[in-house]
């Protein structure tokens, strides 16, 4: 049974680009079944509709607040029954309900090393605070923001010459490498979560698993 999947986006779909990439390469056995956005102008669903997927809008300003906002997101994402609803940049705040309603099968991809610099605007807040190293970390989504169960994070050295738009676009080319891997896990039932703790082939992990890619 194809393991399927809905992608949420507010923006580009760069990590979905990487995540449809590696779908069509057979390196990553999911069926993506839809994208869906909070904002009906986001590049991303051109990219959807270019591959023939599903693009789905359920935009914030139709709705009269947060909570009836997410149930129409939730009724839209139910259509297709996914087995695994897989963040890549989405920018809304979820409500509790939303996620219960996908709890232990709701993964997201944050552009720092958590629990360092969750929130916004991490890659001018590293090169401020002078850090040595960078990166970025996919997680189960939690009502806690950015401080769900880690799973996986890949490291980028900071280097001594980099602004923020080289460090992001370097941080970038790790997340499409590393989320394609983390979901290939749950799609081939490495990865689940039991409880609050990660487990990966029965094990829990004590400590997220942590790549360097050489080509970063």
């Known amino acids: 049974m194809s393991h399927r999947v809905v992608v949420l986006l507010s923006g580009s779909g760069s990590n979905f680009a990487a995540i449809a990439a590696a779908a069509r390469a057979g390196t990553l056995p999911i069926d993506i079944r839809a994208v869906v956005s909070d904002r009906p102008d986001a590049y991303g669903l051109e990219r959807a509709r270019a591959l023939h997927i599903d693009a789905v809008a359920v935009p914030l300003k139709d709705h009269p607040d947060r909570a009836a906002h997410d149930r129409a997101l ?12 897989v963040c890549a940049g989405y920018m809304r705040i979820f409500t509790p309900a939303f996620v219960q ?15 360092d ?59 499409h490498q590393l989320y394609p891997e983390i979901i290939s ?11 609050d703790v990660v487990h990966v082939d029965g094990v829990p992990l004590t400590m997220p698993a942590r790549r360097t890619y050489p080509d970063v």
Do not use: F
């Not at 970390?137 to 980099?162: I, R, W």
């Open 117 to 175: 610099y969750k929130g916004l605007h991490t890659h001018h807040r590293v090169l401020v605070d002078g850090a040595r190293t960078h990166g970025c970390s996919v997680h189960y989504v939690t009502e806690e923001l950015d401080g769900g169960p880690l799973v996986g994070q890949a490291v980028v050295p900071v280097k001594p010459e980099d602004t923020e738009e080289a460090l992001a676009e370097r941080v970038h080319r790790a997340e």
């Open 101 to 115: 309603h996908y709890a232990g099968r709701m993964l997201n991809i944050h552009p720092s090393l958590l629990p």
């Open 185 to 195: 896990w749950h799609a081939t039932g490495r990865l689940t979560l039991v409880g």
């Open 74 to 85: 939730m009724a839209a994402i139910d259509r297709y029954d996914p087995h695994l609803l």
